[in-house]
């Protein structure tokens, strides 16, 4: 038996095909490229999903087309070892860890920029003038500094410490952290080798140093050694007034927790307390809703004119541009994590910014695998569709 089409049915289910094919395309937070569209909303459908239960908790920001295109939280910021479960919020302040170079770098770059110098700039004369000047450390730049190529070296066994977790008050698992201000004296005292120089190598210390030369460059003079709270109180200062209206901190105020995840059992997580007189290379609490605000600005030349961006993008000051999968972006992350006693705090997080203006920042109160920039990574790559 021969069966009827209905065309009225047919028609219907074509035009319910087209529109489910096309209507990405229709999206005003789809991006077209090269035969492949970017979706906003598939991408934070992507983000959301390999975020939720694989952590403590997180939060998320999203910029797109120079504005705010979403955000999401998940998971707890306290969990009930540590006086009961709170929801992680957007206003959740975590210690985002080296993603803080960032900050610190646009930071000098703005302050380098008001007085007209270049990156190349020598940082001798923004020291503590009683500190004693070791081997060439008269050579080292502000951009040796920033793209960690000043020589510096930080190793077991070497006669400058810094303070040990056994120096600290840790209280019920807070960290009001003692000063590293001894412990950069003595590096710059101990100098660098002409060998270890212009040689790319990792190191927190130049970032911490900036914490010490920042007040000078903007003008501020260094009081003595023994008032490092003068110094560590400017730096902040400073990096507030510079890097635009966001609410950003050394302090947790008593805020989020830090976990290992998944949390053992009596064990408390870490709110790091207070950073301010260890801060630079780390030590920012600040939230991802914040940190996206930042970084707009930032993108969108409010902060930094065209060429000092440029500058800062070039030369991996505060940042690193990747190429990875055939998806380019800039890029920064943070991880940190510190025991003591029954007390356990980690964090992970990252930032990012790829070619077609997609900003995302996201913050971790506890580890997360995989980690954070192959989580964006990827739900960027599950987000492009064929045009």
């Not at 807070?174 to 790319?200: F, H, I, Q, W």
């Amino acid at each position: 038996m021969k069966k009827e089409i209905n065309f009225k049915n047919a028609g219907c289910i074509l035009c319910i095909t087209f529109l489910l094919f096309f209507c990405i395309k229709c999206d005003v937070n789809v991006d077209c490229e090269e035969g492949k569209c970017f979706s906003l909303d598939l991408f934070k459908e992507n983000l959301n999903e390999s975020l939720s239960g694989n952590c403590v908790g997180y939060s998320y920001s999203v910029f797109f087309n120079d504005q705010l295109g979403g955000f999401g939280t998940g998971g707890y910021d306290r969990l009930d070892i540590d006086g009961g479960n709170e929801l992680m919020s957007t206003l959740s302040r975590i210690q985002v860890g080296s993603m803080s170079k960032t900050i610190t770098a646009v930071t000098t770059l703005k302050l380098l920029a008001e007085k007209s110098y270049s990156i190349n700039e020598r940082i001798l004369k923004y020291l503590p003038p009683d500190w004693t000047i070791g081997p060439n450390i008269l050579d080292i730049s502000f951009k040796d500094l920033l793209r960690h190529e000043s020589g510096f070296r930080e190793c077991e066994g070497e006669p400058c410490t810094g303070p040990a977790v056994e120096d600290i008050n840790v209280g019920a698992c807070a960290l009001p952290t003692p000063s590293n201000y001894d412990y950069l004296r003595c590096k710059v005292e101990a100098g660098v080798e002409l060998l270890d120089m212009n040689e790319y190598r990792y190191q927190n210390i130049n970032y911490q140093l900036l914490r010490v030369i920042i007040p000078k460059l903007a003008g501020i003079n260094h009081l003595n050694s023994s008032n490092d709270i003068h110094t560590a109180t400017k730096y902040v200062e400073l990096v507030q007034n510079r890097i635009g209206n966001v609410n950003v901190n050394c302090t947790d105020e008593g805020g989020v927790y830090h976990y290992p995840f998944p949390p053992p059992l009596n064990t408390h997580g870490m709110t790091f307390g207070n950073s301010t007189s260890i801060a630079g290379a780390g030590g920012w609490f600040i939230s991802a809703l914040d940190y996206g605000h930042f970084l707009n600005a930032l993108f969108k030349e409010e902060i930094l004119n065209s060429i000092w961006l440029d500058t800062m993008i070039f030369n991996n000051l505060g940042c690193y541009s990747v190429n990875r999968d055939g998806v380019s972006y800039i890029t920064h992350n943070g991880g940190l994590e510190l025991k003591w006693s029954n007390c356990h705090g980690r964090m992970s997080g990252c930032w990012m910014r790829f070619e077609n203006g997609l900003i995302v920042v996201l913050e971790v109160n506890s580890n997360i695998t995989p980690d954070p920039e192959e989580i964006i990574r990827t739900a960027y790559n599950n987000s492009l569709v064929d045009e």
